[in-house]
């Protein structure tokens, strides 16, 4: 019999395999969808508030250049902007613009209706308790990496 952990290695496994939840709800408006990388990023920005370069590399341990690439084309699509810092400094920032945010929220709630058509049948307190775990999970991968990522 597998031990626990090696049960949850499997569960990791196949939940990475189903990471794109936009597969789930085909109700979603064609042409809707962010690519992973940049709705990973604009909820960075989101969350934290403005950010550089450098704070990017440091919150996702990605190379500058990949960050110049991809800050490029979310700033291409309108849907980020360079400012200069709000609090003084030398390097100039990124935050998102309206259209940004409102592709975000878009996104985020394409996310929110493909997982409440995942666990319709699911109790509200087992959902719950799921999100729970969720977070404790992330919490401590995010203890060990030393990049937590921002929460309310």
């Keep these: 019999m597998a031990s626990p952990t090696h049960q949850v290695a499997l569960e990791f496994l196949v939940f990475a395999r189903h990471r794109d939840l936009s597969q789930v709800d085909n109700r979603r408006p064609e042409g809707s969808q962010l690519e992973r ?19 990017l590399s440091d919150a ?7 960050l110049n690439r991809q800050t490029a084309a ?10 200069p810092d709000p609090d003084g400094g030398i390097a100039r920032k990124f935050r998102l613009t309206d ?6 929220g878009e ?14 049948d699911w109790p509200e307190e087992d959902i719950a308790s799921f ?8 919490l401590g991968i995010e203890r060990l990496d030393g990049r937590p990522w921002p929460r309310d």
Excluded at 42 to 50: C, H, K, T
Excluded at 74 to 83: F, K, V, Y
Excluded at 131 to 138: P, S, T
């Design 74 to 83: 979310l700033t291409g699509a309108g849907l980020l902007e360079r400012i």
């Design 99 to 104: 259209e940004g945010r409102r592709r975000l």
């Design 37 to 55: 990388s940049a709705y990973i990023l604009l909820s960075r920005v989101d969350a934290e508030g403005p950010m550089s370069i450098g704070q």
């Design 107 to 120: 996104e985020r709630e394409a996310h929110v209706r493909a997982l409440d058509l995942v666990m319709a």
């Design 60 to 66: 996702f341990d990605l190379d500058v250049s990949t």
């Design 131 to 138: 999100a729970g775990f969720l977070r404790r999970f992330n």
